[in-house]
């Protein structure tokens, strides 16, 4: 039976990337005449392609989660709660990153919604009721943030908290989604994770070139309110996004299915293969210290610093943010198949010397050299957007291709909440390091120390580079890719299905083999 099913599979994909082949065949010789008509039209075929094999639903819903929940909301609320900690609670920075850290908690905790989403359905949906749910927890937050006065901090740091995990569920269940799709149509993995981060960058780019006008005319608790309008597309998505009807489950089973859930995740991860790239991944932002509030606060202070407004706050960070769809860009059609480890290698070693442009900022020795605040500004952070992007993207790449059959957003959400915890204790360590050396509102004499380490802690992770598998995302080294899948028999047993045995299908795929070793 499992060698049936793994035929099929095979049989299925390898018909699939024939039909690519025709079709783009077909698409270059009816314009190989016309260069200029291949470059335009060259996006609209592409987010046809991913239509068609998916659907348009799928596509929409990647575009508002990932591009106006996550960028564009993402981007407004990251500059309205900078001032909102600063002017309207008028906390210290090691105490805002501190804060920062306790609203990251629900992306700690992206499995639980991954078990839900993949074992629990709703009303029959095992999608739609969880963009919904997402939805209504964020405008109910925001809405509480933009009209209550007064707000204690506490009631604050809660409100912001609630929106984090309005807009981690939705994520999630985009993910499982995506993760889902990617199963299905595995040569087009890379374009889905290239489709998230382009929607991310893009959306990006206009909320923080949008974020300093509103903090100046509405104030941060009027971008709360704001905030309201991408929760409720996320609540549309639930609402036509295609998916399966499934009028009867066993909810009595729920507790068996949590088990065999469960199991297949510890069975998946106990694989070398799988713990040694998730804890690279973790390192990787664990040792690059998160310090942004510090600088923040430099860079807005009236004495110490430049005293950017929020208008010029929002255009640097605008500007920054096309680096990282440069650096979408340039992965997917330069980068994507280069092996993890020089991707990786050159990625963190540049993103360890970006962190020195910090230093020379707040040394002010752009000022010797003639170049004002804000263009080294812009610099700087469009430099980090890109580096950043570019280290990130293969780790995408190759999270959403360890995800077994079934649980597909339970594990990809496990992944990534590896990265947040990541990303939580840099938080927490770089505002324990604010604390140490005396960093305060309106004292930034160490500043420069707590840059200097920070940046010597980013090349750490190099050292850990035999963590991450060898080979990249068309790579053709190993003869399968094994895929878990949980089966549900009288002893409950875990089997492992090799899907593709075929090695010319890897060349599509990511290299990493065995997932799981019987």
């Not at 839900?116 to 359905?121: A, E, I, Q, R, S």
């Not at 680096?323 to 050159?346: D, E, M, V």
């Not at 540049?350 to 050299?369: A, E, P, Q, T």
């Not at 895929?483 to 060349?507: F, H």
Request: charged fraction near 15%; proline fraction near 4%; charge should be negative.
């Amino acid at each position: 039976m499992v060698e049936e099913g793994t035929d099929n599979h095979a049989t299925y994909n390898k018909v699939e990337l024939v039909e690519e082949q025709i079709e783009d065949e077909n698409r270059g010789s009816n314009r190989g005449g016309f260069v200029g008509y291949v470059n335009i039209m060259a996006p609209i075929d592409w987010f046809s392609k991913l239509s068609r094999k998916t659907h348009w639903s799928f596509v929409m819903g990647v575009v508002v989660i990932y591009g106006i929940n996550q960028g564009f909301g993402g981007a407004l609320g990251r500059v309205g709660t900078e001032y909102y900690m600063k002017d309207v609670q008028k906390v210290q920075p090691s105490e805002a990153q501190a804060y920062s850290g306790i609203t990251n908690i629900p992306w700690i905790i992206k499995p639980v919604w991954g078990l839900l989403t993949d074992v629990v359905p709703i009303l029959g949906y095992q999608r739609r009721p969880y963009f919904v749910l997402a939805g209504i927890i964020g405008i109910l937050s925001m809405f509480f943030l933009s009209f209550h006065e007064k707000l204690h901090v506490a009631l604050a740091v809660l409100s912001l908290t609630s929106g984090s995990a309005g807009v981690a569920i939705a994520d999630v269940t985009v993910d499982a989604c995506v993760a889902q799709h990617s199963g299905v149509h595995p040569s087009l993995a890379p374009d889905m994770q290239s489709l998230c981060s382009l929607s991310s960058s893009i959306g990006a780019l206009i909320g923080f070139s949008l974020s300093g006008i509103f903090v100046h005319l509405i104030g941060p608790k009027g971008v709360y309110g704001l905030l309201s309008i991408p929760y409720a597309l996320v609540l549309l998505i639930g609402l036509v996004l295609k998916e399966p009807y499934t009028p009867s489950f066993a909810y009595g089973q729920v507790s068996e299915k949590f088990v065999d859930a469960a199991s297949a995740m510890w069975t998946t991860l106990k694989s070398e293969d799988v713990w040694r790239p998730c804890l690279y991944m973790y390192l990787s932002f664990a040792l690059s210290l998160n310090i942004y509030d510090g600088l923040f606060y430099w860079e807005t202070d009236s004495k110490a610093g430049p005293s950017f407004s929020q208008e010029t706050i929002g255009f640097v960070l605008s500007i920054g943010s096309v680096g990282s769809l440069l650096g979408a860009i340039l992965y997917q059609y330069n980068l994507k198949t280069y092996p993890f480890r020089t991707l990786l290698f050159w990625g963190q070693l540049f993103f360890g010397l970006s962190g020195m442009l910090d230093l020379v900022f707040i040394l002010r020795l752009n000022l010797k050299l003639g170049m004002p605040d804000y263009v080294f500004a812009v610099i700087d952070e469009s430099v980090l957007q890109m580096v950043g992007r570019l280290k990130w993207m293969p780790l995408l790449v190759l999270s959403s291709q360890l995800c077994p059959p079934g649980i597909e957003g339970t594990f990809f959400a496990l992944l990534m909440s590896i990265d947040n915890f990541g990303l939580m204790s840099s938080t927490w360590l770089g505002g324990l390091l604010l604390h140490v050396l005396s960093v305060t509102r309106t004292q930034f004499d160490n500043l420069w120390l707590v840059v200097l380490i920070r940046n010597v802690l980013r090349i750490v992770p190099l050292c850990f580079l035999f963590l991450v598998p060898k080979g990249g995302s068309d790579s053709s080294g190993f003869s399968r890719l094994e895929v878990l899948k949980v089966v549900e028999d009288g002893d409950d047993d875990i089997e492992v299905l090799s899907v593709y045995e075929d090695s010319e299908l890897l060349k599509h795929e990511v290299e990493l083999a065995p997932l799981v070793s019987s």
